[in-house]
């Protein structure tokens, strides 16, 4: 039996991005975009669609620095040292590849719109390489969301308490006034909890992929969930919101 969420005196919700505001059933073509750009940097694909997951938390921290400069220290772990045109290539592949990743929820603008009429900000919390950064202005949906808080930009990853309160802070508001919704990785549920936010799980049927597509599942989350986007917009329809 999950708990119901409560939405009393919330005025902000934070998003996660991929798999939450992003649609989940393309998360599963990510090892074979991944091998697509290793063709593209002429590395042999299977170790690189491996290399690309062992090495997402340096990524996602910029420790690798920015999109070109990332592809080319890839690359080099494999034995490739790649030239100028081969990495022009690969990161005009790599910011497509990301554009198709983020590809929106059907009802992911509808749901911001619905929240901004509601008189609710929205901010954004990604786990993420510099490559969102890069592609986020032309996202659907960024122009519906405060200044969006990437970990690349911080370097540090969710569950950290310090992406959450900047969030918050963005928002004009303290943790305490805000909904944090995601899909579980990272375990990014469970730090908003202990950041001081409410949180609920986004849980689409169909798009359970386990660890091998989501990072880190917050399993240790037991929460109240949702099982649409638009289906979050009840807990400002009822007096306790959906629980199981």
């Known amino acids: 039996m999950n708990e119901r969420a409560t939405v009393d005196n919330v005025r902000g919700v934070v998003f996660d991005l991929f798999g939450t505001l992003t649609d989940g059933s393309v998360e599963a073509e990510r090892g074979a975009l991944y091998a697509e750009l290793a063709g593209v940097l002429e590395v042999p694909r299977e170790p690189f669609v491996r290399l690309m997951r062992e090495t997402f938390h340096d990524r996602s921290v910029g420790a690798f620095g920015g999109v070109r400069q990332t592809l080319a220290r890839l690359a080099a772990a494999l034995g490739r040292e790649a030239d100028e045109r081969t990495l022009d290539a690969a990161v005009e592949l790599r910011l497509e590849i990301e554009r198709r990743l983020a590809k929106p929820r059907e009802d992911s603008v509808s749901v911001l ?98 660890a091998d597509i989501r990072y880190e599942p917050d399993d240790g989350f037991s929460g109240a969930f949702v099982p649409s986007l638009s289906a979050l917009l009840e807990l400002w329809a009822t007096p306790h919101g959906p629980g199981t």
Request: hydrophobic share 40%.
């Open 113 to 210: 719109r619905a929240l901004g009429e509601r008189g609710l900000a929205v901010c954004v919390i990604s786990d993420c390489g510099p490559e969102t950064p890069s592609i986020w202005p032309s996202l659907p949906f960024a122009g519906l969301v405060t200044r969006p808080v990437f970990s690349c930009d911080l370097r540090v990853r969710k569950p950290h308490p310090s992406l959450y309160e900047l969030a918050a802070s963005r928002l004009g508001l303290a943790p305490r006034d805000c909904l944090y919704v995601g899909d579980g990785g990272s375990r990014e549920l469970t730090g908003a909890l202990a950041a001081g936010m409410r949180a609920v799980r986004l849980a689409v049927s169909g798009e359970d992929w386990g």
